[in-house]
């Protein structure tokens, strides 16, 4: 009996004993691998605030982060260590003599990876302060990201991102409305970015709209990674009546701001003469165009997005064009193409990343003819296409004036689905080529302010050109002038549309 009560007891202390044994290896598994601390509520008995409030209460903050951080004393001296906090050292205090923060601030420093500003508010008596990232850095850093932070609505008086990091971001928007939403009213953001010029410094504070820029200030870097930065300092608002920065109207109207119409004044200029042999000057004049990213810093924008009207092929305008020349800055564009024709639609369907809109795009929702015609000017690309131009008109007006192939579509009211898809904030790009029907199309545009949502439009204008089959004699396709495409033009630069011409 004495040797079976033995055995049990044994047995049940190895029991015990590899307990504790499989406790021990899951604590050290999630603070050294994962980088966390015990605060993840699996296998864990040591949990401490998100804040990190006991850690800094009641001690120096440099004396408690060291003590807290055994394994990383070696980073704390090294130079880039120092010297990254005594930059941002004299930034905070700097803000703090500004009035943007104080000691009783409760800070978040969003995407820091070491904590170099969330060691060096302490340091200065901003006691209460701590920063996020993809993977946690105790006791300065706990996780979370820029686009997702872990805390609650209005949580914090004063938010910091430095190091470029909200440019750096594949989700700047949201990076910015985080930013936006853990800012308590009247709390202070303070940004550092390396725009430097005017495009990219309103496309930044259009990401903030909910926020007012209260000053704004150039720097020398710390290291070569950013050697100049731009610093903002924005201010949380409770608006009445609407957002800041938001230039459309629910009347329709709207406004070009003035950062976007200096871009014209850099622009190719219009060709002025009407060009005796158009399918070559206007396809040479393609070299000649200024694109937006070429001149300006296209990073701040919230999405980016290439709409192609009158699309045809793929190989027509997106593949050999927009994909290969265009100038994206890295940028991944979400590309639509819009094309009545069926001839072309199953390319489309083996083409992933091009959303096709099977339609023609119009005025209003409604049946149209479209008809197949092979305009005498283009009679190299019909041929290679095997397929001629198509041009739309309403159902009515139809019978009489189309004489080639005929079928019914469906038009709808591109304005009205721009304004839907697509925001000021986003940064759009736009080739219209639709045989004639932009003399409908544009003016629409306007009137319903969806105009100002495209930043850059290629546009092809038809008129009566001079034949290439023909010499001397134009083409009886289409009843307008070079001169009213012209005007066409001209009009839209100068109501601040940086648009140009397009073969």
Not at 55 to 76: E, K
Not at 276 to 282: D, E, G, Q, R, S
Not at 356 to 365: D, F, G, K, S
Not at 476 to 497: A, D, H, I, P
């Amino acid at each position: 009996m004495e040797k079976t009560g033995s055995l049990l007891r044994k047995m049940m202390v190895r029991v015990l004993l590899l307990g504790v044994l499989i406790i021990l290896v899951r604590f050290a598994y999630v603070v050294t691998i994962t980088g966390e601390s015990c605060n993840r509520g699996d296998f864990c008995f040591f949990s401490l605030p998100p804040n990190l409030d006991l850690v800094i209460s009641g001690a120096s903050s440099s004396s408690a982060v060291r003590s807290a951080s055994s394994g990383h004393d070696g980073l704390y001296t090294s130079k880039d260590w120092i010297q990254a906090v005594q930059f941002y050292s004299s930034i905070f205090q700097d803000l703090i003599s500004d009035g943007y923060l104080s000691p009783e601030s409760n800070t978040l420093c969003v995407e820091t990876a070491t904590g170099q500003d969330v060691f060096a508010l302490r340091e200065i008596g901003v006691k209460n302060s701590i920063g996020i990232s993809k993977k946690a850095f105790r006791p300065l850093v706990v996780r979370g990201e820029g686009h997702s932070i872990p805390f609650r609505d209005n949580t914090y008086d004063f938010v910091f991102s430095g190091g470029g990091r909200l440019g750096n971001s594949l989700k700047q928007l949201e990076f910015a409305d985080e930013i936006t939403r853990t800012l308590k009213p009247q709390g202070i953001a303070v940004v550092h970015v390396g725009a430097t010029d005017t495009y990219s410094f309103n496309s930044f504070l259009d990401l903030f709209n909910s926020c007012s820029l209260v000053k704004m200030r150039d720097l020398d870097g710390f290291d070569s990674s950013m050697p100049h930065v731009r610093e903002f300092v924005i201010q949380k608002v409770v608006q009445q009546g609407g957002l800041p920065h938001h230039h459309h109207q629910d009347s329709g109207k709207c406004w070009i701001p003035g950062y976007k119409r200096d871009l014209i004044r850099d622009a190719e200029p219009l060709i002025q003469e009407e060009p005796l042999k158009p399918w070559i000057t206007l396809k040479k004049n393609i070299q000649n165009v200024k694109y937006i990213p070429s001149m300006v810093d296209i990073r701040f924008k919230s999405r980016y997005v290439y709409v192609d009207v009158g699309a045809r092929s793929y190989g027509s305008s997106i593949g050999s064009w927009f994909k290969k020349q265009y100038p994206k800055q890295n940028k991944t564009f979400d590309v639509f193409a819009i094309e009545a024709d069926k001839a072309f639609h199953d390319e489309y369907k083996i083409k992933k990343k091009v959303q096709l809109l099977p339609y023609a795009a119009w005025v209003r929702n409604e049946t149209l003819s479209f008809e197949i015609n092979h305009d005498p000017g283009k009679e190299v690309e019909a041929k290679a296409m095997g397929r001629g131009m198509g041009r739309i008109q309403p159902v009515k007006k139809s019978s009489s004036s189309l004489a080639g192939e005929v079928n019914l579509i469906q038009g709808f009211d591109f304005a009205d689905w721009l304004k839907k898809s697509v925001r000021e904030r986003d940064f759009v790009v736009m080739k219209m080529d639709v045989e004639g029907t932009e003399f409908d199309l544009i003016p629409r545009l306007i009137k319903t302010g969806a105009i100002c949502l495209i930043d850059e439009l290629f546009l092809e204008c038809h008129y009566n050109r001079w034949q290439r089959c023909c010499p001397g004699q134009r083409s009886q396709k289409y009843n307008k002038t070079y001169n009213q495409c012209l005007q066409l033009f001209t009009s839209l630069r100068q109501s601040g549309v940086l648009v140009h011409q397009w073969w």
